[in-house]
């Protein structure tokens, strides 16, 4: 009724021929800007509007602060990676940390502080179920009498007997991102939480201080780290300026091991270990965390393997001979790993520009050109020395056939592309533009403000599946909540709000998230295939 009262308005200033067509030609332009604006997508208010319903109805199911990763309609059923109480959260992706971090980012789209101290209350639950030994398992629990299994931080008023303590479990879990994803939401926290004075920020800050110092003790003389550390000194043989070799005798069979203790890249530990102190080095200015970067490049460096295979094992014994871990992961050259290793080199190069992480990045590229399945395409194993696809199963032994797989192992992710294209392709353009550009480039985006594209069209789907409690419901799942549809939904609202700063990324690059393109996506019961299990 508007735009019709608008076109006669603007059809009486025009009387003669002249006018008339002058009149078409503006009546057409009006119309098309009219249709433009309207593809345009839903307007602010109404994103901010659903921006504040799925947040207060998330923030309402919360324990402690804390957030699983799915939730029944009628909450009574939970689940992390497993089933799970009422009285537990979760800590791996897509856990409390991550959530933290988009409630930071909607108060950093929106200013709105009542999502800054959601965020802030999702740092004290990690506080709640930070371990003595600095890091976090990948779950807390909340019951008295649950939580006497962990030596928590905040309970050791009254340290446990000798007896109790072998019983205890403080081990810092590395594994899938579990540490450093709540050590790297505790550092965005602190940064955005600085401009905004809060009492309790303070134990927040000082739970930072201490994962980050623990972190530093966790660190072997020789650079790497361990899958997990009890926070007890390791005692174990330092390799060293030892460089990987293949043992010509190395077990064909599963060997029983304490594998938590080998120096680890699985599921991509060391890698998220040294760009968590990046961020921490450029957070604090504090140079032993990137003394500890430096020395984590170095034995990344002396743990690629001898040509013709240049890329990297999951775990390496201490004569940094590739080894085995679980039953299914045998000695070999890991290619999901070792795509996101390349990734972090030339995250390294740019950062401080050594060449040899230049250089290292590539042999290991050439390696990927030789070893594909087929376009895009890659096996989780190579064979050491003979680069033969291998595959393994509940039995121990080493299969060439992806068949005699055990059929509950077949979601390991056996072939992939594990982000190896995206690897090649920056790459190039470090090659391409030179490394001083890229830094020029990277500084330019962490200050811009520009917002990043938003598919008004998905937007729009999104704000209209959130239902009137402000959920997002699965429809293929038989009624769940996710963590995971959350994270992803409201990361699309606030890239249309132009939301993204310094707390933007959930994981580091390279890192698998729940991929964009759906407003909803299933139940998890694994973290991401790329990254495996």
């Known amino acids: 009724m508007l735009i019709h009262r608008l076109l006669e308005r603007q059809a009486a200033r025009f009387s003669t021929a002249r006018s008339a067509w002058m009149y078409a030609v503006w009546s057409v332009s009006f119309l098309a800007h009219v249709a433009t604006r309207a593809e345009d997508g839903p307007s602010v208010a109404e994103v901010r509007a659903g921006l504040e319903r799925a947040g207060a109805y998330m923030a309402s199911i919360a324990t402690h602060g804390g957030w699983l990763w799915a939730y029944s309609l009628d909450l009574r059923q939970r689940r992390g990676e497993q089933p799970a109480s009422a009285s537990q959260i979760w800590v791996q992706f897509p856990g409390t940390p991550h959530m933290g971090e988009t409630y930071l980012r909607m108060y950093e789209a929106t200013g709105e502080v009542r999502h800054l101290e959601r965020a802030r209350d999702a740092a004290l639950a990690l506080v709640a179920g930070q371990l003595e030994s600095g890091g976090w398992d990948y779950a807390i629990d909340f019951d008295p009498a649950q939580r006497m299994a962990w030596r928590y931080r905040v309970d050791s008023a009254s340290p446990p007997s000798h007896a109790q303590q072998s019983a205890i479990s403080n081990r810092s879990v590395y594994d899938d991102d579990t540490t450093q994803a709540a050590l790297r939401f505790l550092l965005a926290f602190d940064k955005v ?10 134990r927040v800050s000082a739970a930072l201080s201490y994962g980050l110092e623990k972190l530093l003790q966790a660190h072997y003389p020789n650079g790497a780290w361990p899958q997990r550390w009890d926070g007890e000194s390791h005692g174990r043989p330092d390799a060293g300026n030892r460089r990987a070799r293949i043992a010509r005798d190395y077990p064909r069979h599963y060997v029983i091991t304490d594998f938590h203790r080998l120096y680890t890249f ?23 965390y990137r003394d500890a970067v430096l020395r984590g490049a170095d034995f990344v460096l002396r743990a690629q393997l001898p040509p013709p295979q240049r890329a990297w094992a999951q775990q390496y014994n201490e004569r940094l001979e590739p080894a085995w871990a679980r039953r299914f992961e045998p000695p070999a050259v890991a290619s999901a790993e070792s795509a996101n290793v390349v990734r972090m080199l030339l995250d390294l190069y740019v950062e401080f520009g050594n060449a040899r992480y230049l250089n290292a990045a590539q042999q290991a590229l050439a390696w990927f050109a030789r070893s594909e399945l087929e376009p895009n395409r890659w096996a989780r194993f190579y064979e050491l020395s003979t680069n033969r696809p291998i595959y393994g199963s509940d039995d121990g032994a080493i299969y060439y056939d992806l068949d005699a ?51 008004a069209a998905r937007v729009r789907t999104v704000l209209a599946a959130l239902d009137s409690q402000g959920r997002w419901v699965e429809p293929q799942s038989a009624g769940w909540i996710t963590t995971a549809t959350f994270i992803e939904n409201i990361g699309l609202l606030c890239d249309f709000l132009g939301g993204r700063t310094a707390s933007q990324p959930s994981r580091p690059s390279g890192i698998s998230a729940p991929a964009r393109g759906h407003p909803v996506v299933a139940v998890p019961s694994r973290p991401s295939a790329n990254d495996g299990w």
Not at 266 to 288: F, I, K, M, P, V
């Open 193 to 202: 939480a600085a401009g905004v004075p809060n009492g309790r920020n303070a």
């Open 266 to 288: 699985n599921d991509n530990t060391q890698r998220d270990l040294l760009l968590t102190l990046l961020a921490a080095w450029r957070h604090s200015g504090d140079e032993r």
């Open 405 to 455: 797989v055990a059929p509950r192992l077949r979601g390991y992710a056996w072939t992939g592309a594990y982000n190896v294209a995206a690897a090649r392709g920056y790459f190039d353009d470090i090659v391409a533009r030179g490394r001083d550009a890229i830094r020029a480039a990277n500084g330019r985006t962490s200050k811009s403000a520009a917002r990043p594209s938003a598919d």
